[in-house]
Nanobody
């Protein structure tokens, strides 16, 4: 049972990247999936989430209007547009593998290190 995040890279400010979060060993669409990021010297933060029940989404104010989360049966995606230097971070996808927990639960900060996390993908935004 694994999550694998991919799609990171280095871009100039204003550029775009699309991150993917794929699952192995379980059906991804049974669970809410959150995208988190951690910048150097900062705590990991939830930036976006998509539920399993109705496809509702959450975006943090810092990325609202620039990042879009979506999913299909194969993966969860994070389309990142108009990237800024402050978006530089390692990006992780995660789930607690509990189908009755949605994005509100994730926003309340209940995910733990013991839940299922992808390995992280580096996003660097600089000129």
């Amino acid at each position: 049972v694994q999550l694998q995040a991919s799609g990171g890279g280095s871009v100039q400010p204003g550029g775009s990247l699309r991150l993917s979060c794929a699952a192995s060993g379980f059906a991804l669409d049974n669970y809410a999936i959150g995208w988190f990021r951690q910048a150097p010297g900062k705590e990991r933060e939830l930036i976006s989430c998509i539920s399993n029940s109705d496809g509702s989404t959450y975006s943090a104010d810092s990325v609202k209007g620039r990042f879009t989360i979506s999913r299909d049966e194969n993966a969860v995606y994070l389309q990142m547009n108009r990237l800024k230097p402050e978006d530089t971070a390692v990006y992780y996808c995660a789930t607690d593998l509990r189908p009755y927990h949605g994005c509100v639960y994730y926003r309340e900060g209940h995910l733990r290190e013991s839940d299922l996390w992808g390995q992280g993908t580096q996003v660097t935004v600089s000129s």
